[in-house]
């Protein structure tokens, strides 16, 4: 952590891997002007759900992709609670992990009609205000005023206008206070309950506190992206750059990976490398000069042999009769005659084989059909009559109101996070969501590549489940 001092206020630095946080302190110009006023030029858009409900969500799409991690995201989850969710997956437990925080609370806009949740999209950066929110219980504690603007560049900004408490003494009972970001992979796993049935697990892999002790009224958090495997395309900038991540080029997903980021399943799943692989770049140099040497020496072979060909060649008469003239031209009108015919032939023998296969398969595509319907109906008829019936139980097991798999939805337009952690499991530690809800926390350990952070350890881990 470096630690500058300018003008008489504080700018502290620190490096979390993936970001460099800036906090600007009370009093600092460059942390004022971080504040997007309101009232200046530009389309506020007010979320009016969001702003007369408690715990709920509401999705925005950007005009622009916004790198997070590495990723690029078009679409982003605005929540009641003072933070963006940025995961695909809209589940229950929104709080744990995949999030932009300015500051995560249990804040309840439906309390007062002059609080409301507004964002703008200018092209360029996405501002999104919280303002003039309560507690849900603590509303003597005063209102919340803050913002949190994602610029197209990766550049993540938290600016506060108004913190009327110490957030360190905000209740974490009912919903854990946070600031900071957190991202995660999703994991499918086979369950031996139910056959062709996969449940998914959110693992969380990188997280960024910022101490809540140096957020007040006035201050500003700037987080700038650092360079990441997966700004990469090509094999040979993969293995030659310099990150701070051990980066890895995957040849069949053309991809470049340190292993740990969204996309670690199909990492995995495909037998990708975990080690930098040097070989890419001599590789690709032989490869290159094999196929320009084959090309420089079958020019000249094919030059030679059509000039041996030409040589070789009698000289055609210039002296021939007429009527050997005549009889060459009409052997040759003969025989393009035979050929046209030939062509026309074929081609129409053609036609008639293509249509002939096509109607077939329309014919076999009704007729597989009309088979599955009629199926489908006798099935449908047989568990009205036996419910009892093994067939009967095993579909209705499998029905999606019973699927739990589903409750991960995914383009719902306002759900809600209704479960949130335990009180007391907010702190740090690996966040591992699987279907049934659970929340486990795993040992986490100083990074050997940083210092003055905690990171989670990039290996796999036993975690243990939690049995219902």
């Known amino acids: 952590m470096e630690e500058r001092q300018d003008n008489s206020t504080h700018i502290n630095d620190v490096d979390h891997v993936y970001y460099t946080s800036k906090i600007y302190s009370l009093g600092d110009a460059a942390g ?30 950007l005009s622009f992709s916004f790198p997070f991690y590495g990723h690029l995201l078009k679409e982003v989850t605005v929540a009641t609670g003072g933070f963006i969710y940025t995961g695909d997956i809209i589940h229950q437990m929104l709080t744990a992990t995949q999030y932009i925080a300015p500051l995560m609370a249990n804040f309840d806009p439906s309390r007062s009609k002059n609080s409301t949740v507004f964002y703008r999209d200018n092209g360029t950066a996405l501002v999104v205000q919280w303002n003039r929110i309560y507690l849900q219980d ?20 938290f600016a506060y206008k108004e913190i009327p408490v110490n957030i360190s003494d905000i209740s974490s009972e009912n919903h854990p206070v946070k600031v900071g970001l957190s991202d995660a992979f999703v994991v499918l796993h ?13 693992y969380e892999y990188h997280r960024v506190n910022i101490p809540k002790s140096k957020i007040s009224s006035s201050t500003a958090v700037e987080m700038l992206p650092l360079p990441t495997c997966l700004q990469f395309s090509s094999c040979s900038s993969c293995v030659a750059s310099q990150t701070g991540f051990n980066c890895s080029w995957c040849s069949r997903l053309q991809r470049c990976s340190s292993g740990f980021d969204r996309y670690r399943q199909e990492w995995v799943d495909l037998g990708c490398p975990e ?27 094919a030059a030679t042999w059509t000039l041996q060909r030409t040589s070789n060649m009698t000289p055609t008469s210039l002296t021939k009769t007429s009527t050997t003239t005549h009889q060459s031209s009409l052997s040759r009108e003969n025989k393009s005659s035979a050929q046209q015919a030939t062509s026309t032939s074929t081609d129409a023998e053609n036609t008639e084989s293509r249509g002939e296969s096509h109607s077939g398969f329309l ?13 489908a109906f006798l099935v449908s008829i047989y568990m009205y ?14 029905r999606p109101t019973y699927w739990p798999i589903l409750k991960f939805r995914r383009g719902s337009g306002r759900p809600s996070y209704t479960e949130v952690e335990a009180p ?33 350890d990039q290996r796999e881990r036993v975690l243990g489940s939690e049995n219902s």
């Open 32 to 61: 004022k002007n971080l504040w997007v006023d309101e009232t200046e030029g530009g389309r506020w858009t007010v979320l009016g759900f969001l702003s007369n409900t408690h715990r709920h969500v509401e999705r925005v799409k």
């Open 190 to 202: 086979e369950m031996e309950q139910i056959p062709n049935v996969r449940r998914r697990t959110i």
């Open 385 to 398: 009559r036996h419910p009892t019936s093994s067939v009967s139980i095993f579909l209705m097991e499998r």
């Open 424 to 456: 007391g499991q907010d702190r740090e530690g690996t966040v591992v969501i699987d279907l049934k809800q659970f929340f486990f926390l795993s040992d986490r350990r100083e990074s050997e590549q940083k210092e003055g952070f905690v990171v989670p």
């Open 138 to 157: 603590n509303i003597s504690a005063g209102t919340f005023t803050f913002q949190a603007t994602l610029h197209a560049d990766g550049r993540i900004v």
């Open 275 to 301: 080690r930098r692989d040097v070989r890419c770049l001599p590789l690709a140099d032989i490869r290159n000069s094999s196929s320009h040497s084959l090309t420089n020496t079958s020019t000249p072979a």
């Open 363 to 375: 014919v076999c595509t009704v007729i597989i059909v009309i088979v599955v319907l009629v199926a």
